[in-house]
């Protein structure tokens, strides 16, 4: 079987990576670029440190700090009026992975004419667009390495999700420094969103050797360093860990796949606006344990990369206790369930959920699990996760 792998062309990767923005800029012959990013990056000043640094090196800059915590189409094309406003030749995004998502779309649309939906699903862009750096500030959605982006259709209220070489940054600038500042709740949950990438990867049917490498010792960095990173949110080795975990797990599921962990989170996502990293962490134990019957050896694999037993337990009882260390890390990790996140009520979660299954079907995630479910399967699953 042939796979392909692809990553960004320059992974700059360490403490003050950051800074290295103006030479990466230069080298890839930008002169005018587009700042994508959200409104707290801009309250916060750290956008503006990075528009002085690009004027000071004679860079003209043009901000777009619109990106919503779940990016749209409507942000997208806001994005792209100011990329021509601007006159410019290269984005750059700064932020988590709504941000990167965001700017991904953007710089890709510079080049491609049709409406956005018309990229949904896999390998529909015809032509890479304005070349992308991106700084992400959370660990991690890994978004930063992968080419895959996923934006919210307003219309039709669906996450779309896109995945193709063309959405690819060309530059990563991978600076854990930029973590230290997560509050405790985002460390937790875009932390688990990494584990998420790491298992689905593994378990996914369209895992290859290299794929393999990538997600088992992602796996294992978080199993390491989540629960330091977030009691202990200045203790800098837990969150180098952590960043380097985001960075193998998104380059592992972007170029394997994910599987129905994310395939039910985009719709919770999409309609209740729960965020990805949370509606991701929320799903894990539960899709897990309905998955373990469809690759035991993988999930056994998994549970031991976690040190969550020993080399000589058997496939049966090391996927039991993965789903028990899953289910001890979210509530170590104060991870809700489903009915305590907020703005889900019952009510309006039954009545949506068969449009979420659906959509979750849709997407072709559920496609890639161990296990294949069908519609009865999510909505059950849905049901056990709340
Ligand atoms: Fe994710």
Redesign the pocket.
């Known amino acids: 079987m042939i796979s392909h792998f692809d990553v960004p062309a320059a992974l700059v990767i360490g403490a003050g990576a950051s800074r290295e923005v103006v030479p990466q800029l230069r080298r890839i012959g930008a002169r005018r670029a587009l700042l994508v990013t959200d409104a707290f990056m801009e309250s916060s000043g750290r956008a503006g440190g990075v528009v002085r640094e690009l004027e000071q090196a004679g860079i003209a800059v043009a901000l777009f700090a619109g990106v919503q915590p779940d990016p749209t189409d409507g942000n997208v094309r806001d994005g792209l009026l100011a990329f021509a406003g601007g006159k410019c030749d290269a984005v750059v995004a700064l932020g988590g992975?709504s941000s990167i998502d965001a700017a991904k779309a953007i710089a890709m649309m510079t080049a491609n004419d049709q409406p956005l939906s018309q990229y949904q699903g896999s390998h529909k862009v015809p032509r890479a667009g304005a070349p992308l750096l991106v700084i992400p500030t959370t660990a991690g959605?890994?978004s930063e390495v992968t080419k895959v982006a996923v934006i919210t259709d307003t219309a039709r209220n669906v996450k779309m999700m896109m995945l193709d070489r063309n959405l690819l940054p060309q530059v990563a600038l991978i600076d854990y420094e930029l973590s230290l500042s997560m509050p405790p709740s985002l460390t937790a949950h875009v932390g688990v969103?990494t584990l998420?990438?790491g298992v689905e990867a593994y378990v996914s049917r369209k895992a290859s050797a290299l794929t393999d490498t990538l997600a088992l010792e992602c796996v294992r960095l978080v199993a390491e360093n989540l629960e330091a990173a977030w009691s202990e949110p200045s203790n800098r080795a837990a969150r180098e860990g952590m960043m380097l975990a985001a960075t193998l797990g998104g380059m592992a599921?972007s170029n394997s796949s994910?599987a129905l962990v994310?395939g039910m989170?985009r719709p919770i996502g999409a309609v209740f606006h729960v965020p990805?990293?949370l509606s991701?962490a929320v799903l894990l134990p539960t899709v897990t344990r309905f998955s373990l019957s469809g690759a035991p050896g993988r999930y056994a694999t998994v549970a031991r990369a976690m040190r969550l037993c020993g080399p000589d337990a058997s496939a049966e009882a090391a996927g039991a206790l993965l789903v028990e260390g899953l289910e001890r890390l979210n509530a170590r990790l104060k991870v809700p369930r489903l009915r305590e996140c907020h703005g889900i009520e019952r009510a309006g979660f039954d009545a949506a959920v068969g449009k979420m299954a659906a959509d979750a079907l849709a997407s072709g995630s559920p496609q890639n699990n161990p296990v294949v479910p069908g519609a009865e399967d999510i909505i059950r699953l849905y049901g056990e996760a709340w």
Request: charged share 10%; glycine share 24%.
């Open positions: 992975g959605t890994g969103d998420t990438h599921f994910v994310h989170s990805h990293g991701n």
